[in-house]
């Protein structure tokens, strides 16, 4: 199985500040095939479901801010929230679907400073 | 306006039984490959199981091959996951998510329901 690790565990950023989440996967989510990098991040809030942000490492789903961005190919991969707001307050994973099993990283909980 | 609607979860006794269903609305449930996801309290998600849109294609997370089976009925719009032989480490809020297309290749989650709880215990 792909073994996902995000860093850090937490992070505490003041508003309209950058906050970065990095994602390293135990071998690369590259296909070469495509090109394509099979790594998606989410976004869940308290009590509710996770919500698709980035898919492909890097292309943001329909209706995502744009203060949302995803970088990285390989192993190593980066979300990055430009200017944090405070409904950005949440738990955020990464995700590879290079193969099955689908893997999870544990996990980034993002709070404000 | 893309809906899926988890039912099924409660308290059962560790070996016991549950069956999970998912109301798929909103969208032609034939064309999309489902899965269950699934999330023990306070901890991170797990994939659980995969199938494809005629059901012919079925996957699952070692850690519930041969106690869990994962089938559908495009007929009703419905995803079930039939769970056997249940034990505490199953206890999670259970998760239908969506693939944003028919594919036999895992692909990411593009909707989520918002789940239901089961819980593993005596």
């Known amino acids: 199985d792909i073994v996902m690790t995000q860093s850090p565990d937490s992070l505490s950023v003041s508003l309209g500040e950058r906050a970065t989440i990095n994602c390293k996967s135990s071998?690369?989510?590259?296909?070469?095939?495509?090109?394509?990098?099979?790594l998606a991040w989410y976004l869940q809030k308290p009590g509710q479901p996770p919500k698709l942000l980035i898919y492909?490492?890097?292309t943001r789903e329909s209706g995502v801010p744009d203060r949302f961005s995803g970088s990285g190919s390989g192993t190593d991969f980066t979300l990055t929230i430009s200017s944090l707001q405070a409904e950005d307050v949440a738990v955020y994973y990464c995700q590879q679907y290079y193969s099955f099993p689908q893997t999870f990283g544990q996990g980034t909980k993002v709070e404000i400073k | 306006e893309v809906q899926l609607v988890e039912s099924g979860g409660g308290l059962v006794q560790p070996g016991g039984s549950l069956r999970l269903s998912c109301a798929a609305s909103?969208?032609?449930?034939?064309?999309?490959?489902v899965n269950w996801v699934r999330q023990a309290p306070g901890k991170g998600l797990e994939w659980v199981s995969y199938i494809n849109g005629v059901g012919g294609i079925i996957y699952y997370a070692d850690s519930v091959k041969g106690r869990f089976t994962i089938s559908r009925d495009n007929a009703k719009n419905s995803l079930y996951l039939q769970m056997n032989s249940l034990r505490a480490e199953d206890t999670a809020v259970y998760y239908c998510a969506r693939y944003p297309a028919l594919t036999v290749l895992p692909r990411y989650f593009d909707y989520w329901g918002q789940g239901t709880l089961v819980t593993v215990s005596s």
């Open positions: 071998q690369s989510v590259l296909h070469s095939s495509s090109n394509k990098n099979y």
């Open positions: 909103g969208f032609t449930f034939s064309d999309y490959s």
């Open positions: 492909w490492a890097s």
